[in-house]
């Protein structure tokens, strides 16, 4: 089964939850009306359905193949990336100066997660691509703007990120890539990056590599790490592309999913280059801060890895209520004159309502991220810039975090809906789940974005954001519960309960750190999970209320069914959150009672 966007749902969640009213009024997006929003979601419906969705399937069975330091990408992608880059996709973000659409983040954002829907392995060249033109647009200088900006947003050239070291994993102070300064205020590179996302490919005439480094004089740690552009292809003056460097691919890895995604070996240095050993680069930035600039590489990147938990939980949830139409297998448990569709199963519905309530819960939770994304660049104000900031910050760890381990989830549901066929490669629902497994892991593990949410973005403001989200919470909680019926009366009282366990876990930190600094972090994960529920719960409880208010003008099955969704997700999912505060406040004896040697 292809993969159709659900654009109503796409839609709803950008005008009534994101409030795009609010960033249509923003300067600079005045031209953002709501006739543009709906044909970009339409065309971009239209290429990821007709044109690249269909190479799913290819990727994973024909991977990219390397040769002799060369790569060729899987069939059809060469003529999907140039319908992508010529239809402007890869601008539709970024600013109008460089070629691009200057649409704002939250429009971009459901035109993100259909491209991850359609082909994850595909769409990760391009979300690279976003990363360093971000980088550029962001740390580099106004020359480097103007000669690779253009050219990465045209898709002439593609960006890739280049952090990890065989001894340098998530620690970057072992990365021994080292940079050495030329008499031209230029610089060579010597070393060796791993796991390089289309680190070599066919699909562009250029690859502009962002790569962490050191300098002979640099200090130790992450402190010593310079962020340096080194293009395959070293451009003149001209823009035009001239000598190759001195970067080659050594092999691709062999992988559980995201098979045509070529994830490539990097050696710079080792004499093959026109221009003499050593891979020319130029610094971005300031030497000895290249961590810091590589990091707005890395939001961006895990936003967007975010996005692709919930396309892909899409995409399997599409396929999994597909089948359970069609396949027919057993009798109602109410009895039935023959066999009738899985769908009439109670626990057939119950794991699609599971599926259908997280991916709406986490679509929900990143539109919102993303407006607020929009708030604190273009808000007129700057305290309100600053509170948006903060609040966009504190929802990206949530966004990746969450997302990501609910899409392993979601898919592996949705292979459990197939039953047997669902563990055939044929029926594509296995594909879906392994391509989700890397996502809790490339860009920051779980863990990562779980103590990044717990130090950073909890403890650091002393819980202030968090507390600026429970407000808007409480807010809701009584609209609510002014509502009659059984499912807002339930709704309210999961919601409550959520709520109140939040805030106990946040206090719960902000105590713990004064203590047991082990057995608190021993907590982060849970504490991102905790958060990513009661959020979610959050946005699908707004949901309902406004379906509600449509649903007294008239009927419709899709206003019923957000209130039906957001029942299911406070008595199913709402409910495990006092759990996870129990995890979170007593967690730490068990999973700190072993010594290392005792495993």
Known sequence: MSYKAPLREMQFVVHELAGLRTVQALPGFEDASDEIVGAVLEECSKLMSEVIAPLNRVGDTQPARWADGAVTTSPGFQRAFRAFVDGGWQGVMHPSRHGGQGLPKLVATPCLEMLQAANLSFALCPLLTDGAIEAFLIAGSEEQQQRY????????????????????????????????????????????????????????????????????????????LSLFVVPKFVPGVDGRIGARNDVYCASLEHKLGIKGSPTAVLIFGDGRGELGPGAIAELVGEENRGLEMMFIMMNAARFQVGLQGIAIGERAYQQAAAFARERVQGRAVEGSPGPVAIIEHPDVRRMLMFMRSHIEAARAIAYVAAAYGDLARHHSDSGERARSQALYEYLVPVVKGWSTEMAVE????????????????????????????????????????????????????????????????????????????????????????????????IDYFLRGFGGDIRAAFAGSVPYLKLAGIVLGGWQLARAALIARQRLATGDDPFYRAKIATARFFAD???????????????GGAGALALDAADF
Do not use: C
Not at 453 to 471: F, Q
């Open 410 to 505: 979601v898919t592996s549901v949705g292979i459990q809906v197939h039953g047997g066929m669902g563990f055939i490669e044929e029926t594509g629902a296995a594909q879906h789940y392994r391509d989700a497994r890397i996502l809790p892991i490339y860009e920051g593990t779980t863990a990562i974005q779980a103590n990044d949410l717990l130090g950073r973005k909890t403890v650091r403001d002393a819980g202030a954001t968090a507390g600026l989200l429970i407000e808007q919470m409480r807010a809701t909680l009584a609209q609510v519960r002014t509502q009659s019926g059984d499912d807002f009366a339930a709704i309210a009282t999961q919601l409550e309960s959520a709520i109140v366990a939040y805030r106990a876990a």
């Open 572 to 586: 199913h999912v709402l409910s495990t959150v006092p759990a996870l505060l129990a995890a979170i406040e007593a």
């Open 149 to 224: 900006v253009p050219k990465l947003i045209d898709g002439s050239w593609t960006g890739t990120m280049n952090l990890t070291e065989p001894q340098a994993g998530s620690d970057l102070s072992l990365v021994r890539t080292r940079a050495e300064r030329q008499s031209d205020g230029r610089y060579r590179i010597f070393g060796q990056k791993i796991f390089i996302t289309y680190g070599e490919h066919d699909l562009a005439e250029n690859i502009v590599h962002l790569v962490l480094a050191r300098t002979s004089d640099a200090p130790p740690g992450v402190k010593g």
